[in-house]
């Protein structure tokens, strides 16, 4: 195994809640000092390595990530699944020591959970989970910091950020969240995050498709401790009762596509409309988001582009989260 003290990134599971506070103020100071004062990083990468391992597709994750690293003055060495043996022809472990002596960190999108865990068990080097079928850590900060952009302090004129002067610590605890979907990577990581912020959630998801049980239990225990609403359920409406936030993904995750048919029948009554968030009794300035990409099935045109979507800012969050999450691994080699 990799020597102690290398700083992985694979699930919240393992971060604490000040450790995850730390990349969100890093992500919204980084988009505050590129976007809105033109600052250079200094390129504290430069000569420096980062391997992007996909075995999936990706447009926002791999965006996200190659732009940051470029930022930093690092290169992305992109490895897609056609071009590297990613446990196709040599096994994991063997290609976690080979890459990991000649690179400085690495990025995998990767299938099994246990993919990514090998990866990093054998690594000499940081390992970035990119999504794997368990978690998608990297998607929930840029949600989390979309929220505190939405309910924190509010700039006079569109280019005055002003998130950055207020911790998200003090905005995003209390809010309540409804995830009305699969029970799925997102799902999971949601799980793994909220409670042990102190933010509310509440699940719907058909019957035989709810969440890892392991993964309930750890939610369950972090609610607990925090003393936190957190609530399962099978009933759309029952779950959005009182949600500030809904969120749903798409219902077929990459590598279900066969199980398309029999998806779309079992989530018959899951779809996100305006209909539905009334019915269901959100509170009336109910916000939405979705991690992308997005099918119509799963939410309406109506909310999904409507002033309630949060989607695209959303999605543009990915590239503030990454590079902080990049910047804490390769850089100051922590989460402090
Ligand atoms: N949300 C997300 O991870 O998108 P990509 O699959 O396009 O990276
Ligand atoms: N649940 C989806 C997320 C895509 C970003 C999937 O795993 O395909």
Redesign the pocket.
């Known amino acids: 195994p990799a020597p102690q003290g290398v700083p992985h990134y694979l699930t919240h599971a393992d971060l604490s809640a000040k450790e995850i506070y730390n990349l969100l103020a890093s992500a919204i100071q980084h988009k505050h000092n590129v976007k809105y004062l033109n600052k250079s990083s200094g390129a504290p990468l430069a000569g420096k390595t980062l391997a992007v391992m996909f075995s999936?597709r990706?447009t926002?994750?791999r965006v996200a990530t190659e732009s940051s690293v470029t930022y930093l003055g690092g290169h992305p060495m992109f490895l897609g699944s056609q071009d590297i043996q990613l446990g196709v022809n040599e096994s994991l472990l063997d290609t976690s020591k080979v890459v990991s002596s000649m690179v400085d960190g690495i990025m995998a999108r990767v299938g099994s959970h246990s993919d990514i865990e090998t990866l990093a068990k054998y690594s000499t080097v940081p390992v970035i989970n990119a999504?794997s079928?368990k978690y998608?850590p990297t998607?929930i900060l840029a949600d989390l910091m979309t929220l505190h952009e939405t309910y924190g302090p509010q700039p006079s004129s569109p280019s005055s950020y002003v998130a950055h002067q207020t911790h998200p610590s003090k905005t995003l605890p209390g809010l309540r969240v409804a995830w009305i979907g699969?029970g799925?990577?997102?799902l999971h990581s949601m799980m793994v995050t909220f409670p042990k912020l102190g933010i509310g959630l509440n699940v719907a998801t058909p019957k035989g498709y709810g969440p890892n049980e392991e993964i309930i239990r750890h939610a369950q225990s972090e609610a607990k401790s925090t003393q936190t609403h957190l609530m399962f359920s099978s009933d759309p409406r029952e779950a959005i009762k009182d949600a500030d936030v809904i969120v749903t993904?798409?219902w077929i995750?990459?590598?279900?596509e066969e199980e398309k048919a029999q998806r779309i029948k079992d989530f018959a009554g899951f779809q996100i409309t305006s209909q539905l968030a009334k019915e269901g009794g959100a509170k009336s300035d109910w916000k939405f988001l979705h991690?992308?990409?997005r099918k119509q099935e799963e939410v309406s045109d109506e909310v999904f582009y409507s002033p309630r979507s949060l989607v695209f800012q959303e999605a543009e969050n990915r590239k503030w989260t990454i590079l902080a999450v990049i910047d804490a691994l390769m850089v100051k080699k922590s989460f402090d």
């Not at 995750?253 to 279900?256: E, K, V």
């Open positions: 999936k990706s926002r994750t999504l079928d998608h998607q699969d799925n990577n997102i993904d798409t995750s990459m590598g279900q991690c992308l990409p």
